[in-house]
């Protein structure tokens, strides 16, 4: 398998502008999950999914991030309108029912100017 | 609300000179204490998972180890490769099975 597949890998947008990012899980997993990394905050949990629907989204900011899950081997975090405290690495892992530990993709650097 | 702290924040060895690291946590109800190693411009990957206190668990130079309030990452014998940001998380029962990260240990071995 190749992993945990995330797209774009860098990401460079005008404050205001919506951002898209995404990623394909591990085929099989149940879990996903998606994580923001800063050096302020570390790793912070968004938003985790268990069979496509969302478990737990307190991590979420504000309502100007959103997240889909609409099958089993895709989903989107979106921020719209995008600000420059936005910037930060995203990551998306999963994991299945058999294994505990996620698995982790590769990230997508986004920054906010 | 659930607790992890990372210390030291940075660490710099020589090659060969074993060292810990530590992984201090305030939770409630324990699911298992994770460590992961990252190196820069990637991903976190998964080293160990412990569950219970006294639980150790052991990977070529290194060994993980824990107690009801903490948890150590031992390097024994480092080398220049060992170098990367070491994370510890827990899962609890307030976080279902989401992780709750420390802020990492950069650790760093020189030749």
């Known amino acids: 398998d190749a992993g945990v597949i995330q797209s774009p890998r860098h990401e460079v947008t005008e404050m205001g502008q919506e951002v898209t990012l995404r990623c394909k899980p591990i085929?099989?997993?149940?879990?996903l999950f998606w994580y923001r990394q800063t050096m302020m905050r570390g790793l912070e949990l968004l938003i985790y999914?268990?069979?496509?629907?969302?478990?737990?989204d307190s991590g979420m900011p504000e309502d100007r991030f959103s997240a889909k899950m609409p099958n089993a081997s895709f989903s989107t975090l979106k921020i719209q309108p995008s600000e420059p405290r936005d910037s930060a690495v995203y990551f998306c892992a999963s994991k299945g029912e058999v294994n505990t530990e996620a698995f982790f993709g590769q990230g997508t650097r986004l920054t906010v100017v | 609300e659930d607790q992890v702290t990372q210390s030291p924040e940075a660490l710099r060895l020589q090659e060969g000179e074993s060292s810990s690291l530590n992984c201090s946590y305030t939770v409630s109800g324990l699911r298992g204490l994770f460590w992961y190693r990252q190196d820069p411009g990637k991903g976190p990957e998964f080293l160990f998972t412990l569950y219970s206190a006294g639980e150790e668990k052991e990977k070529e130079r290194l060994k993980a180890t824990l107690t009801k309030k903490e948890s150590f990452l031992h390097i024994t014998a480092p080398k220049p490769e060992d170098s990367a940001t070491y994370l510890c998380a827990v899962q609890t029962s307030n976080s279902g099975y989401a992780l709750n990260f420390g802020k990492g240990t950069s650790l760093l071995v020189t030749p």
């Open positions: 085929s099989g997993h149940d879990y």
């Open positions: 999914f268990n069979n496509n629907v969302p478990i737990d």
